[in-house]
């Protein structure tokens, strides 16, 4: 999946029927995120419904990659990824930084 540079409020009623698609098919899913372009969310609402999808989602994803261009981005999961803040999984997510040759690697670690 690619990040637009601006996630909304609606961009998770497009994304949730082709995960739940996947997760139909194949159970627990691996996904690898290109989220190098992403720069935030247009409101609060947007990122309300993010946040709702993942906590809806994150027990059907057995592994995620991230692959970011910001420092903010790799801050975020790592901060998300704690076992107190409870939303992913400890050891679930990678971040990636962005260039080709990681990418590559990325697809190729299995999602």
Known sequence: MTAPAKLKADDFRQIAPQVDSMIGRYGKIGLL?????????????????????????Q???????????????????????????????TGKCDTLNWNFVIANTARAWGC
């Open 59 to 89: 027990q059907k994803v057995d592994r995620i990659a991230v692959i970011v261009a910001h420092n903010w981005q790799r801050w975020l999961i790592a901060a998300v990824s704690q076992p107190l803040m409870g939303i992913w999984p």
């Open 33 to 57: 995120i290109d989220a190098s372009g992403f720069n935030g969310w247009e409101d609060i609402s947007a990122f309300g419904n993010h946040a709702g999808f993942v906590k809806n989602h």
